[in-house]
């Protein structure tokens, strides 16, 4: 009797803590870095910057030749990183992405036999003035795809760090992302010695690069010199610096005029790559001003179109380059970009497309994936779905610049949700099957707006 009337009490204290422990525990997981962000102050819940939010700089001068015939290609880069943490740094470290083609480092997917390599060749490393090995050894370490330098002194906070790196490597024929898509023709990623990030969550970011996910870079500025043989074409992140100095006579008079029409304008055709066609010069100079990373592509059988698209009162250069052997199937793709951009400008997200150009490489007119990188997008066809999908990676992750490497639901995520609306509420009436092909597709992985 006496045991039985306690139970009564027992229940109620016991539910009254179950109530107390379910109240607490409403909240979403958080990571334990994330959590500790926020009580730092550098990052806000309401995901703003928090009140001593800081990301670092990073500045590279990148002068790189490419030698098709060998599939190779070497350069020279001095590189500003900037120190606005406040962390004392006694290392770098600086990713090497294509020692993922050591012999003996891990990959996702099989790769080229002939593409397996002793990884990136390194020519010089000097640091803050003092010349480092570039063999392995107490002062660097190469793990993976990232190489760790030691510095002889401490980085401050608020300092600057000046480095020069010189390197060699292979262009590889397996084309994950990048790569040889034929014998002359080629999309430049993953290509420089690269600066990892430091940050408020994880410190350096020492996730290596295998194939099985993008990136997560440092936002800086690039000034990028690309010599090339004067046949071929090239077309980069950024702006072109010195088109009065490298291109054919031709093809400088349509570059004017693409640059202030909102009509295509085809820049080098079919035509003139039927004769012996070559430019003023084979060296290429582009600039981008606050992107995350930087990538080029080049041949010397491809065409190039481009127009302009007004963006909030200033003109975006829209740039397409495919195969001259397929300018029908792709003909349409710069005009599909300019309508792309007017509507995620305008409508969703809504906010300016915040770059001065976009441009588009298509290896094939196959058809196939597409990867994304600042200003540009490599697509593996003309497809108005790969073009809408890349484009917005504008936005996310470059833009935003979240961490691809992480979290690629949230970037591919708004990626293929952003298709979907673009193509359903804008292209329905006037691409017919082109636009019944790509919904179709979506659709039956995703549902539709109405499903919402």
């Keep these: 009797m006496k045991n039985s009337s306690l139970f009564p009490i027992f229940l109620f204290f016991f539910a009254a803590i179950l109530i107390e422990v379910q109240a607490q525990e409403t909240r979403f997981f958080m990571p334990s870095e994330i959590a500790q962000a926020y009580k730092n102050g550098t990052r806000s819940m309401d995901g703003r910057p928090g009140p001593k939010y800081w990301q670092n700089l990073v500045n590279y001068n990148i002068e790189v030749e490419v030698f098709p015939s060998e599939k190779k290609l070497q350069g020279s880069e001095k590189v500003t990183f900037y120190n606005n943490s406040p962390d004392q740094i006694n290392r770098v470290l600086v990713r090497l992405y294509h020692d993922l083609f050591r012999e003996a480092n891990a990959r996702a997917y099989r790769v080229n036999p002939s593409d397996i390599t002793d990884g990136v060749e390194l020519t010089e490393i000097i640091v803050n003035g003092t010349v480092y090995e570039t063999t392995e050894g107490d002062m660097l370490r190469r793990n993976g795809t990232n190489t760790t330098i030691h510095l002889q002194e401490p980085l401050e906070p608020g300092g600057i760090l000046e480095l020069t790196i010189g390197w060699a490597q292979k262009i590889p024929e397996t084309t994950i992302r990048e790569g040889a898509y034929d014998s002359t023709s080629f999309f430049i990623a993953y290509w420089y010695p690269q600066i990892s990030v430091y940050d408020d969550i994880f410190g350096w970011d020492l996730l290596d690069y295998d194939f099985s996910a993008e990136f997560y870079n440092n936002l800086g500025n690039y000034d990028v010199k ?64 606050e992107v995350s990373d930087f990538s080029f592509a080049l041949s010397d059988h491809f065409s190039w179109d481009a127009a302009t698209q007004n963006v909030d009162g200033r003109d975006v250069l829209i740039n ?15 005009a599909n970009q300019q309508k792309t951009m007017q509507h995620f400008s305008e409508d969703m997200p809504g906010i300016p497309y915040p770059y001065p150009e976009f441009t588009t490489f298509i290896s094939s007119t196959r058809g196939g994936g597409g990867m994304e990188t600042p200003m540009m997008a490599n697509n593996g066809g003309p497809g108005l779905g790969v073009t809408v999908h890349e484009m917005f990676h504008t936005y996310f992750p470059m833009y935003v610049r979240t961490n691809e490497q992480r979290w690629a639901w949230m970037d591919e995520g708004w990626a293929d949700f952003n298709t979907a609306f673009v193509t359903k509420r804008y292209f329905q009436n006037d691409d017919g099957l082109l636009y019944s092909d790509v919904s179709g597709g979506v659709n039956n992985v995703m549902g539709t707006i109405s499903d919402l």
């Design 226 to 289: 690309i010599t090339v043989p004067d046949n071929f074409t090239v077309l980069a992140t950024g702006q072109l610096q010195n088109a009065e100095e490298v291109l054919a006579p031709a093809s400088l008079e349509r570059y004017r005029e693409a640059k202030k029409s909102t009509e295509t304008v085809v820049i080098v055709s079919p035509d003139d790559l039927d004769g012996d066609f070559h430019h003023r010069s084979g060296t290429w100079h582009y600039q981008a001003s």
């Design 320 to 334: 397409s380059f495919y195969p001259a052997d397929g300018a029908e199937a792709c003909r349409e793709v710069t």
